[in-house]
C-alpha cells in the first residue's frame, strides 16, 4: 500500500517537474524569439454571413521554435503576460501587421480592416494608446485600418484605467472590438460606457447553438443587443454549416471560424480574398 502511495507521489511530482522545466524553457527561449524570428503572423477571414465578402480579418500569432517546435499561443502568451515579455511582442506585431497593410496597399488591393489582439498586461502601460499610434504612424499607416481586440475580462479588470485608453484609441481613429464576450464577467452595464464598435460572441456560445437552447437564446441576445447598440457582431469558432445556417437566421453580420477559413499566410490570403479585387 506505502509503496503505491510512494509510486503515485513520485509520479505526481515527476509531472510537476516536468511543467516547470517546460515553462521555464519557454521562459529563456522566448526573449530570443523576436530578434531570432521565431515569431510570423497568421491572419484569419472575417467574412460578411450575406454577401461571403471579406469584412476584415485577425492577426494571429504564431511561435515556430528550431527544437521545441510549433508552440501554441495559449500556452506562451500567458508566459509571455507574466514576463513582460508581451511589451515586446505586442509591439512586434503591430509593425508586422503595418508592414502588411503598406504591402497590399501599395500592391493596390483593398484591404479590409486587421485585428490585433491586446493583453490585459499592456494595458497597465498608461501610455498604451499613444505608443501604439506612434507606431503606427512611423510606419505610414491608417488607424482606421486597425481594429484593436481587447478580451472582456482584461477591461473589466480596472474599467478606471482602461475606459481613458479606449477613448484615446477611438481619438486617435482607431476601432475596438470586445472579444471572447460572454465568457467572463459579463456586466452589461459598461458596455454602454465603453466605446466600442464591434462586438465578438465567444465561440463556447457558436460551438453550443444548435445542441443547447439556451446558448441560442443567449447568441440571439447579444445580436439584437448588439444591433440596437448600433455594434457589429462578429461570431467566431464557426465550425458547421448548421452553426453558420443558425447564425444568418439570428441576423448575424459577420463569422470568422474553420467553416469558411482557418488562420492562414498572407499568400493564401491573397489568393482567396484580396487578388482580382484591385481597387
Ligand atoms: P482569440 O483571440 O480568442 O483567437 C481566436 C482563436 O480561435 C485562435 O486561436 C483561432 O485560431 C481559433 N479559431 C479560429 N476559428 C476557430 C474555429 O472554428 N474553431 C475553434 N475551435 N477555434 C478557432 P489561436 O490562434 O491558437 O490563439 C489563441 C489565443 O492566443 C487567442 O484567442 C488570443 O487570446 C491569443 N493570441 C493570439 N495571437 C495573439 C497576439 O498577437 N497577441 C496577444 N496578446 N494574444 C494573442
Ligand atoms: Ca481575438
Ligand atoms: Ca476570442
Ligand atoms: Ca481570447
Known sequence: QAKIQNGGCQFFNDSIIRTFLRKLDLENELRWAISRNQLTLL???????????????????RWNHPTLGPVSPVEFIPIAEETGIIMDIGKWVLIEVCKQLNRWLSA?????TIAVNLSARQFLARDLASSISDIVGENCCDPQHIVIEITESSSMN????????????????????????????????????????????????????????????????????????????IAEGVETQEQLDR?????????????????????????????????
Open 43 to 61: 491572419y484569419q477571414p472575417q467574412v460578411n454571413i450575406k454577401t461571403g465578402h471579406l469584412n476584415g480579418m485577425e492577426a494571429l500569432i
Open 108 to 112: 493596390s488591393l483593398v484591404v479590409p
Open 158 to 233: 480596472d474599467i478606471e484605467s482602461v475606459l481613458p485608453i479606449l477613448h484615446e484609441f477611438k481619438a486617435f481613429g482607431f476601432q475596438i472590438a470586445i472579444d471572447d464576450f460572454g465568457k467572463g464577467y459579463s456586466a452589461l452595464g459598461y458596455m454602454k460606457q465603453f466605446p466600442i464598435d464591434i462586438l465578438k460572441i465567444d465561440k463556447s456560445f457558436v460551438q453550443e447553438l444548435t445542441s443547447d437552447s439556451k446558448s441560442a437564446v443567449i447568441t440571439k441576445a447579444i445580436i439584437d443587443m448588439s444591433h440596437g447598440m448600433d455594434l457589429r457582431v
Open 247 to 279: 447564425l444568418r437566421m439570428m441576423n448575424c453580420d459577420i463569422i470568422q471560424g474553420y467553416v469558411i477559413d482557418p488562420p492562414m499566410s498572407t499568400e493564401q490570403l491573397e489568393i482567396r480574398y484580396l487578388k482580382g479585387v484591385r481597387s
